[in-house]
């Protein structure tokens, strides 16, 4: 994530720390919903809303960028040996995530078979792996940030494509809420651009849905499993039949 988007993040959580909408803003500003949200898509802003926009939640333009240090500090994705680190040790795994989730020490150890005494070692280890803070009356503090992401085919995403993507995906997902889609077919170069930015946008969304789950209880809350793929490709079973010289 570069600067601009960062910066564009940390406004927009802001926003959410002090409960305003974009209709709020469009209020303050004099503007339409509709064009400040295309504002915040496009990042197209003038200084003299910013400060407008800060304005508003009370803040002043240092305190953003106080905000948005605190947010650049943080780390966007763990090195090779951490990651092989939690997936050697599956317990460690599960408190990794548990926090990534902002699930409190009580709700953990509530939830799975932990000691205090085991719970509190795994979290001591998060912390010198420095993905967390663990403050006063076991507190936890996350050392992520927004955009955290595992690393592209690296232990974690080798893991989850060898072991778990099977049982994922080994489901009718006939249920209420359910739902799995297969599309093939032929597009355009710029239909694949379009369509691959919305992917995008769909994954940012996902991202967005799950920060405002934050400030719920755990119990409503749903473990929620979102795969989306797309490349150039067609299934061996046609182009093992394609004459050499075809495209």
Same mark, same amino acid.
């Given at each position: 994530m570069d600067n601009t988007r960062a910066a564009l993040e940390t406004l927009k959580r802001a926003l959410k720390l002090n409960s305003v909408t974009y209709a709020d803003v469009a209020v303050h500003l004099g503007m339409s919903e509709a064009s400040v949200k295309k504002m915040f898509s496009t990042g197209h802003f003038t200084l003299r809303r910013i400060d407008m926009i800060c304005d508003m939640i009370g803040m002043d333009f240092i305190d953003l960028v106080r905000l948005f240090d605190q947010q650049r500090h943080r780390i966007s994705s763990l090195t090779i040996e951490q990651e092989k680190e939690l997936v050697a040790d599956k317990r460690l *795994?599960?408190?990794?995530v548990c926090a990534r989730n902002h699930w409190c020490f009580d709700e953990i150890l509530a939830a799975f078979t932990f000691t205090r005494a085991e719970? *509190?070692?795994y979290l001591a280890r998060l912390e010198e792996l420095k993905l967390l803070e663990l403050h006063p009356n076991?507190?936890?503090?996350?050392?992520?940030a927004e955009d955290f992401r595992w690393l592209p085919r690296g232990p974690?995403?080798?893991?989850f494509m060898r072991h778990l993507l099977g049982e994922f995906l080994d489901a009718e997902f006939d249920q209420d809420k359910e739902m799995r889609l297969y599309l093939h077919g032929q597009l355009t170069t710029a239909g694949r651009e379009t369509l691959l930015?919305?992917?995008?946008?769909?994954?940012h969304e996902f991202a967005e849905l799950r920060k405002e789950g934050e400030t719920v209880s755990i119990r409503e809350r749903h473990n929620v499993g979102l795969f989306l793929a797309l490349r150039d490709w067609e299934p061996l079973i046609f182009s093992r039949q394609?004459?050499?010289?075809t495209i």
């Open positions: *795994f599960l408190v990794a719970l *509190f070692h076991n507190r936890i503090k996350l050392r992520v974690i995403e080798v893991y930015r919305r992917l995008h946008g769909l994954a394609r004459k050499q010289d």
